[in-house]
């Protein structure tokens, strides 16, 4: 297996002004594997911050511009949808807590720049969640599958209320009551999460500190069997992690919070691939801070791999086997080993006739 | 409805109109919706869209230039216009205390 | 240098391998395909286009290629691809020109926002661009390749592209799409236009492309201003009756006809309200070509 090989995608990430010294075809890859991975937006907030926009060529700059206008309409709509879902959820008196692309949003972090999503995920405590279903539902929501096999998926296995879809403006809402399934072997203990929360100033919406952001951005990455987003989501901790550190104490408070939440290993990964792929500056101590036994080789063989986008131009011959060995690790952490053959059988299954929800 | 409330575009929700002959179009920037408006709604945006008016100052535009039947109640109309209105989002209706 | 000075040998090997890369218009493509019928369709119907050498920006990366070896002889299909992304479920095999057409007008409505794209032929005369924004059973398909055969300058047959910037149509003069009875009507209506082969059997029934005019793909580079909005209606009992449309129902009916609309928010409400203020709007209703001409050619003096 050769080794890991930056695409110009990563290169233009770490430092936009790489890109200056471009001929055409190298500036269409790189809107190519922006493109794929879900960046062009972003891409155009990072040329735009660094004063750079107005020295592209003109086509790559109007597909920029072109995936910002998208974006821009985006956030219009996530604000009428934060503002609905409060309104749904005001009588009940639980702490609302917004969490990911909705949660960087509303705290006004680098990473809402340019990042686009289909969800909004919220965290509610447990005892709350049937009174959350029956008041989203009561405010227009439905549940999008009425197949029993994914409804006792998500309620009885991974113990949540399957992704809720309103009726008239179509938009998805996922409510969770902790940041990871409870069938994982190191789950965090929810209580934790909303006593550590943050408020957002003039609203009524929570949101998680910044050491579990980052927290819960690693465990979504290095928990996930699918990576079409890997490197989007990558390039939001690569953001929150320059954002957060600039206060001095954070890379302590983040270290010790990975040892309450027993996350040390998603921390060790989120550390180790965004300091690889995007040069996050991560100060040498508190990567070897964060080392865990782990079988680096093999796993940076795969992540290496998979975090890259799923473009012709950034697979090798072995990311489709990387990404399938990923992709069974996950469903493995996520539920015993009785339970996951079957589903995965079951998906696969499913996966071929166009039907897969989850 | 008190006769000195403030009538005016929604802040949160930006409200854009556009003017033709007698019919206007309004656009909702929150919800994308667009809807038209012929009548005396053209009138009301016509003020609105220049600066929020007291309900009183809105019948005396719509006096000023609509001819009434005798016994047509211009002030239930406009009331009820303006009730349709803020469902629709498209006005924010304030309470005004003072006199 | 132009696509139809290319020797088929060579469009067929550069489709084979590499891609072959052109213009369409304000768009570079590159596309790649192992199917005689594409390189077919691109050299009687793109002959005018520009092709590209391999240091151009490419828009769109396409391909048209069967789904698998085995889709090749078992009830062959082919499938339509945007840079390794399949936008569409397979086709029949026979169906890979129509494709084309369609993935192109994907890649081009999913991408393009610089441009408020409105479902409507545009056509130009006298440096007035008429737009003609078409709901199936409109016929402006038919009205398109009516006019440009009488010498009326195609900007566009399926997609308007208005930008957002300066409120001018900017010119798409790829081949005009014809759908069963149309083929024929025009086939009379206009005997020497130049048509692709028809593909038969497809979701809308039989379909066949013109050749842009010459002119019009030389023209590609320079846009129009838009004078008027009109929709049509073809209707087999009908005169040809043109009747003035309030600027403000115009403006509903056309927001009901575009493809990015909703993506632009309020820069699409306000390029089509500049649109609505600088055009004259009408619907119209007809069931002859030759009086239908003669009504817009007067109207565009």
């Known amino acids: 297996m050769k080794s890991f090989q930056q695409p110009i995608l990563c290169s233009v990430l770490i430092d936009p ?35 750079l926009l107005n020295q592209l060529p003109a086509r790559a700059l109007t597909h920029i511009m072109s995936a910002q206008v998208y974006a821009d309409r985006f956030y219009i709509a996530l604000q009428r949808e934060i503002s609905c879902i409060k309104e749904a959820l005001n009588s ?21 720049n340019g990042r686009l999503f289909s969800d909004v995920d919220i965290l509610v405590p447990e005892d709350k969640l049937s009174a959350v279903e029956e008041a989203l539902i009561k405010a227009g929501w439905m549940t999008n599958t009425i197949d029993p096999y994914d409804q006792k998926y998500y309620r009885q296995w991974m113990h949540e209320i399957p992704p809720l879809r309103h009726l008239k403006r179509h938009t998805s809402i996922d409510v969770h009551h902790n940041i990871l399934p409870k069938t994982n072997r190191f789950y965090p203990d929810s209580n934790k999460l909303f006593a550590n929360s943050v408020k957002i100033p003039d609203h009524n919406i929570w949101i998680l500190a910044p050491e579990d952001r980052v927290l819960h951005s690693a465990m979504h990455l290095f928990h996930e069997g699918e990576f079409t987003q890997g490197l989007r989501d990558l390039s939001d901790l690569d953001l929150l992690l320059k954002e957060f550190s600039i206060q001095e104490s954070f890379w302590k408070k983040l270290l010790l919070r990975s040892t309450e939440l027993q ?86 299954y499913r996966r071929i006739l166009g039907k897969e929800l989850h | 409805m008190f006769e000195n409330n403030l009538i005016g575009l929604p802040i949160i929700a930006v409200i854009h109109c556009r003017f033709w002959d007698d019919e206007c179009v309004i656009y909702n920037q929150l919800t994308g919706d667009v809807h038209l408006i012929d009548g005396m709604g053209v009138e009301v945006f016509k003020v609105l869209s220049k600066k929020a008016a007291s309900r009183i100052q809105l019948l005396k535009n719509l006096n000023s230039v609509f001819e009434w039947e005798m016994d047509f109640n211009a002030e239930d109309f406009l009331d009820n216009l303006i009730n349709e209105y803020q469902k629709l989002g498209l006005v924010e209706v304030t309470k005004n205390t003072c006199a | 240098m132009k696509l139809e000075t290319l020797s088929k040998k060579t469009v067929f090997r550069a489709l084979n391998s590499d891609g072959l890369r052109f213009t369409i218009g304000g768009f570079n493509v590159c596309l790649s395909s192992s199917v005689p019928a594409v ?43 945007f840079d390794g992304y399949f936008p569409f479920k397979p086709l029949p095999y026979k169906q890979a020109s129509a494709m084309f057409e369609w993935g192109l007008n994907w890649c081009i409505a999913s991408h393009s926002h610089q441009y408020l794209i409105i479902h409507a032929s545009v056509v130009v005369r006298n440096r007035k661009a008429f737009i003609f924004p078409g709901v199936p059973g409109s016929g402006k398909s038919t009205l398109c390749a009516a006019l440009v055969s009488r010498g009326w300058r195609l900007l566009s047959d399926e997609m308007t592209l208005l930008s957002v910037s300066d409120g001018c149509v900017y010119p798409l003069p790829r081949p005009i799409s014809l759908k069963n009875r149309s083929i024929d009507v025009i086939q009379e209506f206009a005997p020497d236009a130049v048509m692709g082969s028809i593909v038969k059997n497809t979701a809308k029934g039989s379909i066949g492309h013109v050749r842009p ?20 209606k073809y209707d087999k009992d009908s005169n040809t009756v043109l009747t003035t449309l309030s600027k403000s129902r115009a403006l509903l009916k056309v927001t009901e006809n575009c493809f990015n609309y909703n993506i632009l928010g309020v820069k699409g409400f306000n390029s089509l309200s500049n649109l609505i203020d600088v055009s004259d709007c009408y619907d119209f209703k007809y069931s002859n070509l030759e009086e239908a001409v003669a009504l817009f050619t007067d109207l565009a003096h």
């Open chain 1, 17 to 51: 002004h790489f890109a200056l010294n471009f001929n055409l075809r190298q500036w269409d890859l790189l809107i190519r594997q922006a493109r794929s991975a879900n960046l062009l937006a972003r891409l155009g907030y990072l040329f735009e911050s660094v004063g």
């Open chain 1, 92 to 112: 009940l008196n639980a702490p609302l807590v917004l969490l990911k692309g909705s949660a960087y949003f509303m705290a006004g972090n680098i990473a809402a």
């Open chain 1, 263 to 348: 996350q040390q290993i998603p921390l060790f990964y989120a550390l180790r691939y965004s300091h690889r792929i995007l040069q996050t500056p991560v100060p040498e101590s508190v990567l070897k801070a964060s080392k865990q036994p782990i079988n680096t080789i093999l796993m940076d063989a795969l992540f290496l791999r998979a975090l890259l986008p799923d473009h012709n131009s950034c697979n090798d011959k072995w990311t489709g086997l990387a990404r399938s060995l990923l992709f069974i690790r996950s469903h493995y952490l996520k539920m015993p080993i009785y339970l996951m053959v079957p589903h995965l059988l079951r998906k696969t």
């Open chain 3, 39 to 81: 390189a077919e369709h691109l050299l009687s119907l793109y002959g005018a286009f520009d092709v590209l050498d391999n240091t151009a920006f490419i828009d769109f990366y396409t391909a048209l290629e069967p789904p698998s070896k085995l889709r090749r002889f078992f009830r062959p299909q082919v499938n339509f691809s």
């Open chain 3, 213 to 232: 005019p010459d002119n019009s793909v030389a023209q590609y580079n320079t846009p129009a201003q838009p004078a008027k909005l009109i929709f049509p």
